[in-house]
Nanobody, 121 residues
Framework: QVQLVESGGGLVQPGGSLRLSCVASGRIRSISAMAWHRQAPGKERELVAIITSGRSPNYADSVKGRFTISRDNAENTVSLQMNSLKPEDTAVYYC???????????????WGQGTQVTVSS
């Protein structure tokens, strides 16, 4: 069974930094893309950053220049380095992976359980 588990959320002051990590575990044949999404209270879930095999990462305009997504293919992990954090970055952050398990034909979208990031003084 495939699972995505996030870590690294917490409380940080405006201007501070946090690093989120997510590991995909289980019988995974391949991973096409990994991404971070976030959902603030009363708002829809939005894509923050995505990294696809063989392509450059893409970012939401609101985080460009402040957030960096990276991926370790050997370890099936994706990280999100968040710098210069703002109160409006407060949200639950979700890891997402489009991957192919060994027991399934075709790619399947998986989600982590989410980790809270709060930016406040």
């Amino acid at each position: 069974q495939v699972q995505l588990v996030e870590s690294g959320g917490g409380l940080v002051q405006p201007g501070g930094s946090l690093r989120l990590s997510c590991v995909a575990s289980g019988r995974i044949r391949s991973i096409s893309a990994m991404a971070w999404h976030r959902q603030a209270p009363g708002k829809e879930r939005e894509l923050v950053a995505i990294i696809t095999s063989g392509r450059s990462p893409n970012y939401a305009d609101s985080v460009k220049g402040r957030f960096t997504i990276s991926r370790d293919n050997a370890e099936n992990t994706v990280s999100l380095q968040m710098n210069s954090l703002k109160p409006e970055d407060t949200a639950v952050y979700y890891c997402n992976a489009l991957l192919t398990p060994y027991y399934v034909i075709g790619a399947v979208n998986y989600w982590g359980q989410g980790t809270q990031v709060t930016v406040s003084s």
